[in-house]
């Protein structure tokens, strides 16, 4: 068997209801003082980051099933892709219908609290991960990345020249200067 054939390594994508999120985030997305459309912004803002640092292919599906007459529509945000699904068309529709197709040949992650939905998911190959899951990984690599940002700054105000050498050189040193 080629070599090549049987190293390949799967896409990973994670699928994101998007709106299923914000409701579930309540304390992120405040739908009472913000728009929907800045609550989306900020989800993607979220997720953007998030990508960076897990260097997965992201993406976030909204629902546009009632809107009259509506497309779909796939935009880019990042290096995210965004899509509005179309009219009399669900999120979970759209994102049963990917891991129907590709969950045989790549690694898809589902995000939704709708437990339906990760039934049908885990049925057609794909993985399932809650809203509240997701968010305690973002939190978590946030957290350790400022805390690796943390010790590295420490680290960068303590790399002097003196901090280089070994302890006896610096005591030397430290003796010339005093004695001038």
């Not at 197709?101 to 339906?116: C, L, R």
Request: glycine share 4%; proline share 1%; aromatic share 8%.
């Amino acid at each position: 068997m080629d070599k090549d054939l049987t190293n390949k390594s799967k896409t990973k994508y994670l699928l994101i209801d998007g709106y299923n999120v914000i409701n579930a985030w309540r304390d992120i997305f405040n739908l009472e003082k913000e728009s929907l459309e800045e609550c989306r912004e900020k989800l993607l803002f979220i997720l953007s980051n998030y990508e960076g640092y897990k260097k997965i292919h992201i993406i976030v599906v909204f629902d546009a099933h009632l809107v009259d007459g509506s497309k779909m529509k796939i935009e880019k945000y990042d290096n995210i892709t965004v899509v509005f699904t179309r009219e009399k068309q669900t999120a979970d529709n759209y994102i049963e219908r990917f891991v129907y197709k590709f969950g045989s040949e790549n690694t898809i992650w589902v995000v939704t609290s709708d437990y339906m939905e990760q039934v049908t998911v885990l049925k057609v190959g794909g993985a399932r991960i809650t809203p509240a899951e997701l968010r305690k990984e973002i939190t978590s690599m946030h957290n350790a990345n400022m805390a690796k940002n943390r010790r590295k700054n420490q680290h960068n105000e303590r790399n002097t020249v003196i901090s280089n050498i070994k302890p006896e050189l610096a005591e030397l040193l430290e003796k010339m200067r005093r004695d001038r």
